[in-house]
Structure formats: C-alpha cells, structure tokens
C-alpha cells in the first residue's frame, strides 16, 4: 500500500496590508505548514503595502491550511495562472534558455538542432524571458480576482 500524499503545485498571489507587511507570514508557510515555495515576484509599495506570486509545494492537506492560515492573517490571496510563451518566428534556437532554464522545461533537440518546449515541467519563473536576446520568449500571467 502507498501511504504518500498527492503534492500539489501551484501559483498564487498574495496582496498584503502595510501592517503585517514586515512579517514572516511566508516563511510560516515552510516552517508551520510544511510547504515548499518559489519567489517569483516581490513588491514593497511606498505604502508598505506587499505583493508577492508564489509557487507553492506540498501536501493538498498542508497547502490548504496554510492558505487558511493567510487568509486568517488578512492576506488577500487569487490564483496566478502564469506560463511562458514562445514567439516561433523570433526565436533563432540559440540555446540560451536551455541553459538558465531550472526545470530543464527547455531543451535542445539534437537532431533538428531547435529548443524544444515541454509546459509541463515550466515552473514558468520567467528566467528564460529575461535571457533571450532575441526577446522570442514572454511571460503571461492572469493574477485573477483577489479573494
């Protein structure tokens, strides 16, 4: 019998009020929660007011309480549906992103010699976007309606 619990993957966005903006809201995620995150964008406003889009790992269990746990705290919180697209008549094949790429979603063919795309290990982090020269590869991201 298989006792390990399903993990769950997914992208959201958290829009904090200036008076819990400086505290460890997000680390509790991992120490309380036991859950696993990515950073893939922060912002402090002049008001102190906080945005932040995680990618967040973990049992189905451990991430619903630790989203309850945020809601609690006054977070607001809405699904980021984000990905990365290519344009293919841009892109020049060169590799580059293959080599920044964390998940290895990108990857060279070797016998056409073209990157190829697999959406389903992109963590869509957008390092490769930043890299292009050719500006071929773009981020996309839906930040939904904040509960």
Same mark, same amino acid.
């Given at each position: 019998?298989?006792?390990?619990?399903?993990?769950?993957?997914?992208?959201?966005? @958290?829009?904090?009020?200036?008076?819990?903006?400086?505290?460890?809201?997000?680390?509790?995620?991992?120490?309380?929660?036991?859950? !696993?995150?990515?950073?893939?964008?922060?912002?402090?406003?002049?008001?102190? &007011?906080?945005? @932040?889009?995680? &990618?967040?790992?973990?049992?189905? &269990?451990?991430?619903?309480?630790?989203?309850?746990?945020?809601?609690?705290?006054?977070?607001?919180?809405?699904?980021?549906?984000?990905?990365?697209?290519?344009? &293919?008549?841009? !892109?020049?094949? $060169?590799?580059? $992103?293959?080599?920044? !790429?964390?998940?290895?979603? %990108?990857? @060279?063919?070797?016998?056409?010699?073209?990157?190829?795309?697999?959406?389903?290990? $992109?963590?869509?982090?957008?390092? !490769?976007?930043?890299?292009?020269?050719?500006?071929?590869?773009? %981020?996309?991201?839906?930040?939904?309606?904040?509960?």
């Amino acid at each position: 019998m298989n006792n390990t619990v399903p993990a769950v993957r997914k992208l959201v966005s @958290l829009s904090f009020p200036h008076s819990i903006s400086s505290q460890p809201m997000v680390c509790n995620l991992a120490r309380i929660y036991n859950l !696993c995150f990515n950073i893939l964008r922060a912002q402090i406003t002049p008001r102190q &007011e906080g945005f @932040l889009t995680l &990618e967040i790992f973990g049992s189905e &269990e451990d991430y619903n309480r630790g989203i309850d746990y945020l809601k609690q705290q006054g977070i607001k919180i809405a699904p980021a549906a984000q990905h990365v697209a290519r344009d &293919e008549d841009s !892109c020049t094949h $060169c590799g580059m $992103c293959t080599a920044i !790429c964390p998940t290895h979603a %990108l990857a @060279l063919d070797m016998k056409t010699r073209r990157i190829i795309f697999n959406a389903d290990k $992109c963590s869509a982090c957008g390092m !490769c976007t930043r890299i292009c020269p050719v500006r071929a590869m773009s %981020l996309d991201v839906d930040y939904g309606a904040l509960e």
